[in-house]
């Protein structure tokens, strides 16, 4: 299994509006993609800013590529996303997962 990170960042103010894009947008595609596992979004709000960080669970490599394209460690974006995001990060983190819990 590889654990997908994504962070991004979008003005306070824009917070709702885009966990909702997230979730009926991004959500779907991620888990129409044959060996996407489970996703989590985590939110830190702060005054001015808000950080996204989205982890998605994959089965290999292989799969994450169906989803995000030959160079895995390229973010994907969708439109919407520059009408959100305050920048957008190219790159992003893969991890093995070593453990799982019971």
């Known amino acids: 299994m590889i654990l997908r990170e994504w962070r991004g960042r979008v003005p306070r103010e824009k ?5 909702e894009f997230l979730r009926t947008r991004a959500m779907p595609d991620y ?3 044959p060996g996407h596992r489970s996703t ?3 939110v830190d709000e702060g005054p001015e800013v808000s950080e996204f960080v989205l ?5 290999s490599r292989e799969t994450i590529r169906a989803f995000a394209g030959n ?3 390229r973010a994907r974006y969708y439109p919407e996303d520059p009408g959100f995001l305050l920048e ?6 893969h ?7 019971a």
């Not at 982890?55 to 089965?59: N, P, S």
């Not at 991890?95 to 819990?101: H, K, L, M």
């Open 55 to 59: 982890l998605t669970l994959w089965e």
């Open 71 to 73: 160079d895995i460690s």
């Open 15 to 19: 917070t709702a509006a885009y966990l």
């Open 31 to 33: 888990a129409a993609t």
């Open 40 to 42: 989590w979004i985590l």
């Open 88 to 93: 957008m990060p190219e790159r992003l983190r």
């Open 95 to 101: 991890y093995a997962v070593c453990d799982q819990p």
